[in-house]
């Protein structure tokens, strides 16, 4: 599951002091609305401490508030520079690493992404012999599903004629009706895939209708289907149990995607000229060309190295004499700094755990096209 880091590429060119928060948004519970009460408090002395400017503070005292109204628990993410917001994210679940605010030199997005490593688009397509409801939908995203209602032609579908004849013929009627419904109810699936990069459809609903639904979609959209063998019923336990499957669907095709990618980083082993890098210093020298397609980060592993971040490209280096000639903004973590420079040059991030990447490294990447040079320095861990 890769995050395509091209969208955060106006913040990062943007010129610090960045103030960031990561904090329970949670007010569901009386513990939770005397917590709430306070963390403004707390996220501001943080920053206080850390030399933010006055304006920053003010800002995201205000942006911390509470999430009323949304199920607990829930976490958000705040970026604040020059005294305006400029990022404010809710995010459904329990935090998945401890409270942060920061003020730096370069925008911290780490644990955004650590906690949302992507907004997953998928389609739930309920479909009938006479339409159906088409949901989109994203992993990690609060707030009501995007819905389409498709609303096909009944005519003849439940007439019932005298005579083989006019059955048959009834029949026959009755069946092109039906491919008319299923042709719109793909049209409109595609049309939504299309738009939104949707990465998993799934069909549930009248099986008939289903299959029809199938053949018709676009060859190219066609391998995104999973079938689900039931029906989203509106009772809250029938509800809850066609959302687990569906969830259990989204998380299999993320993993296979995850797959995917390290299998790729696999086979580039051993190759003379491999489409890969290894270690700090090989995707180091690849960010600075532009060279990586995926970003394969342990962040937790070089969580205490720090790198230079640039005011221009080659946009980071592990040294001053590798700066090319670019204004050195100063030191960061070196998951920042990749994170950034990753942006910058529009490559996609796979965040893994301890114990993924082979011979203990810390950072991989998929490149665009073989390697150059061996990095300057070395580094390779």
């Known amino acids: 599951m890769t995050e395509k880091l091209h969208k955060f590429a106006d913040l990062y060119r943007g010129q610090g002091p960045w103030c960031a928060a990561y904090v329970d948004a949670g007010a569901g519970t009386v513990d939770a609305k005397e917590a709430a009460e306070v963390r403004p408090g707390d996220v501001l002395a943080a920053l206080a401490a850390q030399g933010a400017p006055p304006e920053d503070q003010q800002a995201m005292e205000t942006a911390v508030d509470p999430a009323y109204g949304l199920p607990a628990p829930i976490s958000r993410f705040v970026l604040v520079r020059q005294g305006g917001v400029e990022l404010n994210e809710l995010l459904p679940g329990p935090m998945v ?16 992404l650590k906690h949302r490593p992507e907004e997953f688009p998928y389609i739930v397509a309920d ?6 409801e088409i949901r989109l939908e994203y992993v990690g995203r609060p707030g009501p599903p995007s819905v389409e209602d498709v609303e096909g032609s009944t005519e003849d ?9 006019g059955q048959d013929k009834m029949q026959r009627r009755t069946e092109e009706v039906w491919r008319r419904n299923a042709e719109d109810m793909a049209e409109t699936i595609d049309r939504v895939v299309d738009s939104s990069g949707a990465r998993l459809i799934v069909l549930a609903g009248d099986v008939r209708a289903r299959g029809l639904v199938q053949e018709q979609l676009a060859e190219a959209h066609k391998p995104l289907v999973s079938m689900i063998d039931s029906e989203p019923r ?3 336990s029938h509800q809850q149990v066609f959302q687990d499957r569906v969830l259990e669907r989204v998380a299999l095709q993320w993993a296979a ?16 000229n491999p489409e890969s890098a290894m270690g700090v210093g090989a995707v180091v020298t690849a960010l600075q060309q532009a060279q990586v397609d995926v970003l394969i980060l342990n962040d937790s592993a070089l969580a205490d190295r720090q790198m230079l971040a640039l005011g221009a490209e080659p946009w980071l280096a592990t040294a001053e004499e590798h700066a ?3 204004e050195v903004l ?3 973590s070196a998951p920042s700094a990749m994170l950034r420079a990753a942006s910058l040059t529009d490559a996609s991030l796979l965040l893994v755990p301890d114990g993924v990447l082979p011979g203990g490294a810390g950072v991989a990447a998929l490149l665009r096209w073989p390697t150059g040079p061996e990095a300057p320095g070395g580094l390779s861990t």
């Open 234 to 236: 509106p009772e809250d």
């Open 324 to 326: 090319l000639g670019a």
């Open 97 to 112: 690493s401890p409270q942060q605010v920061s003020v730096d030199l370069v925008p911290d997005l780490l644990p955004l």
């Open 127 to 132: 479909v009938s012999r006479e339409g159906g």
């Open 157 to 165: 579908i439940h007439k019932v004629s005298g005579g083989i004849w």
């Open 257 to 272: 995607e995850q797959d995917q990618i390290m299998d790729r980083l696999a086979l580039q082993e051993g190759q003379a």
């Open 330 to 332: 100063g030191h960061v």
